[in-house]
């Protein structure tokens, strides 16, 4: 399994932008879907982005569709998701999380399926 590292959390005004960082270590990480995760105080962990091992096929909730862009650089062996147009709602501690998907090309719904989690980067969104 890889490990996982986030960075790039923060304090912005609404409206900005913000670009996290997901940087893996310790498996081959062209072969993994990558998700991007996040809770705010007291509610469930919602998915906010996913994409599948070759990059190809993307998901978006349509909470953030429009917003948020999900990316990765598998020769840097990093996943980012660009947050634009950020709203105070954004306001939480973001994961990534990656589950090793060989040979596939899907992105996966389910938190439950993910077996590898960063420790999060918290994200607030000043009104």
């Known amino acids: 399994q890889v490990q996982l590292v986030e960075s790039g959390g923060g304090v912005v005004q609404a409206g900005g932008s913000l670009r996290l960082s997901c940087a893996a270590s310790?498996?081959?990480?062209?072969?993994?879907?990558v998700a991007w995760f996040r809770q705010a105080p007291e509610k469930e962990r919602d998915l906010v982005a996913g994409?599948?091992?070759?990059?190809?096929?993307?998901y978006y909730p349509n909470s953030v569709a429009g917003r948020f862009t999900i990316s990765r650089d598998d020769a840097k062996s990093t996943v980012f998701l660009q947050m634009n147009s950020l709203k105070p709602e954004d306001t939480a501690v973001y994961y990534c999380?990656?589950?090793?998907?060989?040979?596939?090309?899907?992105?996966?719904?389910?938190?439950?399926?993910?077996?590898?989690w960063g420790q999060g980067t918290q994200v607030t969104v000043s009104s």
């Open positions: 999380a990656a589950k090793a998907s060989p040979g596939s090309n899907t992105y996966y719904i389910s938190e439950s399926v993910y077996n590898s």
């Open positions: 310790g498996g081959s990480f062209s072969d993994y879907a």
């Open positions: 994409i599948s091992p070759s990059g190809g096929r993307l």
